[in-house]
């Protein structure tokens, strides 16, 4: 399964992204489980999970929820969907709504559906401004994408969370899926999230993995403690990760530390599975020398 470069014109990836900021700011937000006579408890944000942030505000937490979901879908929701959806009163779900809108970051299309607003742009190009990686990881990136002709990414730590920062396609005819800029969920079934969590101090480790769920992703998905612990002593071990159609079927990656001291950044690769068996030796030999040289 293949996919072309994820756009940042996709507006479903615009406002992931944008939300992305906030997360990444103010810890991952949770709702509030205190159950009101109007509304049912409120939809997490992202996998509950123990030490996570509540929110002071719930009606920010739940205007988040409600761009979190609007994003998801595939055409916008309408007001009672989200209700559904969020465990929202009806009264609570129209004025949030009507508060979205009344600010840009929704809008209300002829079907009635809830969809994105331009306001969200704003947001999005502000998120990749603040995101701008060290200097010294695009050149390396785009290094490794022409000399092997796939995918390139690199990754590292941003606000406790494993966060892609450059992602530069390969020249090859047929490409694996490129993950966007920004993108920091599923660490655990990525290259790029397992070398990281393989370095990290055993404390960081352990409190990333308490707040992160192993979430299936493929039938190689690694989802039992035990059994990613295991990974990461190998790739401790080896001095690199691999991901084996863990993350999407038919791809495979892999990823190596930067530079020479403890792994703060790492660099990665995606490909096809099938040419990432044939070439893995030249791909990793490849990426091992651009990535000593920083």
Known sequence: ????????????????????????????????????????????????????????VQSVARAMSILVVVAESAHGMRAMEIAAKLGLGRQATYHLLH???GCGMLARNQEGRYVLGLQMAILADAFVRHLAPPEHLAPLVRRIAIETGETAYAVGWRAGEIVNLVAVPG???IQAMTVPQGYHHHAHARAT????????????????????????????????????????????????????????????????????????????????????????DEYLRVMRRAAQTV
């Open 193 to 280: 999230g397992k070398l990281l969590l393989a370095l990290a101090a055993p404390e960081v480790r352990d409190r990333y993995l308490a707040t992160h769920r192993l979430e299936r992703r493929t039938r190689r998905t690694l989802v039992t403690l035990g059994a990613l612990e295991r990974e990461l002593a190998c790739v401790r071990e080896n001095g690199y990760a691999t991901d084996r159609e863990e993350f999407a079927p038919g791809v495979c990656c892999l990823a190596v530390p930067i530079g020479r001291a403890a792994a703060t950044f790492v660099a990665g690769l995606s490909a096809p599975a099938a040419r990432f068996e044939a070439k893995f």
């Open 99 to 101: 508060t979205l809108v």
């Open 1 to 56: 399964m293949y996919h072309n470069m994820i756009l940042f014109s996709n507006w479903r990836t615009v406002a992931k992204l944008a939300i992305a900021a906030v997360q990444l700011e103010t810890g991952t937000m949770r709702a509030n489980k205190t159950s009101t006579r109007n509304a049912a408890p409120q939809r997490p944000l992202t996998p509950e999970a123990p030490g996570a942030m509540q929110p002071r």
């Open 171 to 173: 020249s090859n005819a």
